[in-house]
């Protein structure tokens, strides 16, 4: 399996298990079933709703040693409404309990946006939102800083960010994030911010690799585009003896990332797994190249406020 190293020797295996959208009550077994098939990196975060069987999972995958902690990888993040200073290892201590772990193996914070700490939820009013001036990014960098000093988690980074506010925090801080977790896919290659993390020394998560049709009615835009019913993908993966989600998921090996394709069902999740044998060709690679439309699944349409002013989330 393909890894990604850091700094200081960690690995990271490339191909890890999403669980947003994973229901209480399968996520947990879903969680086993993939450690049992030979997942060692497991993506969570604390607005899934789901890190507390995620940890039970965890526990049992420990207990019953089919594999030790030190192999694992845990990612999990700090959701909008613990921005603050004061905010933030509390809301990474409550995660910890929820997931039953020591500490983290990566923390990032969830997106660049702050809403009132007592906000449950997605925002209903303006009044819901802290203006990134009321709280910078900086403040919550430098908590979770503090969170890695404590040995609480190994390895920092963010989700959701542009370039910009990239090399905004980059500029600000000695101790950069080391992984930035993004939307990718092959209708959304966002080239530019590849080129720029890979420069800087920041590693990349693919999110929403198949395209997430699991989603919610309202995150869903009527005419949207199917990767899994690509013509495109389709033939790649028949000549490539493949499924569709496999090429979609091996499509980011090629590009040096990780990736985190969810799934619930035992036998897709192995086979997901499976796409770190498939090699694609130079052809191969060229007609995914050619599929890029720019096209976001997760808009961020659902942060922004009536007059547009508190969050420019993708600075387009
Ligand atoms: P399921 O959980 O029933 O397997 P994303 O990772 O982009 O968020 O996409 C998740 C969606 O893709 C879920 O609906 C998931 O369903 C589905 N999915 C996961 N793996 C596969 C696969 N190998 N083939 C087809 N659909 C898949």
Not at 19 to 44: F, Q, R
Not at 104 to 128: C, K, M, N, T
Not at 138 to 147: F, G, H, L, P
Not at 190 to 205: A, G, M, S, V, W
Request: a negative charge; hydrophobic letters at 35%.
């Amino acid at each position: 399996m393909k890894t990604l190293r850091f700094n200081n020797e960690d690995e990271l295996e490339a191909i890890g298990l999403g669980t947003w959208k994973s229901a209480p009550g399968e996520v947990g077994n879903a969680v086993l079933e993939a450690i049992k098939s030979g997942y060692k990196h497991i993506d969570c975060a604390s607005v899934y709703g789901n890190e507390a069987e995620v940890g039970q999972a965890f526990q049992e995958a420990l207990k019953q040693n089919i594999i030790s902690r030190d192999r694992l990888w845990v990612t999990s993040k700090l959701w909008n409404n613990a921005h603050k200073s004061e905010d933030v290892i509390p809301a990474l201590k409550q995660t910890l309990k929820d997931l039953q772990l020591d500490y983290l193996d990566l923390y990032l914070i969830h997106w660049p946006v702050a809403f009132r700490s007592d906000l449950e939820g997605l925002p209903q009013s303006d009044d819901d939102f802290l203006s990134l001036d009321e709280v910078p990014i900086i403040e919550t960098w430098q908590a979770m800083i503090e969170a890695k000093k404590q040995g609480l988690v190994k390895h920092l980074g963010v989700s959701n960010f542009s370039i910009p506010k990239l090399q905004d925090l980059i500029d600000k801080t000695d101790d950069q994030p080391e992984m930035n977790q993004v939307e990718l896919h092959p209708f959304l290659q966002q080239d530019e911010l590849l080129n720029f993390c890979h420069k800087n020394n920041i590693h990349l998560t693919a999110f929403s690799p198949l395209g997430s049709g699991d989603r919610s009615a309202q995150m869903k835009a009527d005419d949207e585009p199917s990767l899994l019913d690509n013509d495109t993908i389709k033939a790649v993966a028949s000549k490539n003896n493949a499924s569709p989600a496999q090429i979609l998921i091996a499509f980011h090996l090629h590009r040096h990332t990780a990736v985190i394709p969810k799934s619930t069902n035992p036998g897709r999740i192995k086979e997901n797994l499976k796409s770190a044998n498939i090699k694609l060709d130079e052809a191969d690679l060229d007609v995914l190249k050619n599929l890029d439309k720019h096209y976001r699944y997760v808009n961020g349409k659902f942060y922004e406020t009536s007059d547009g002013k508190y969050f420019n989330i993708y600075d387009e």
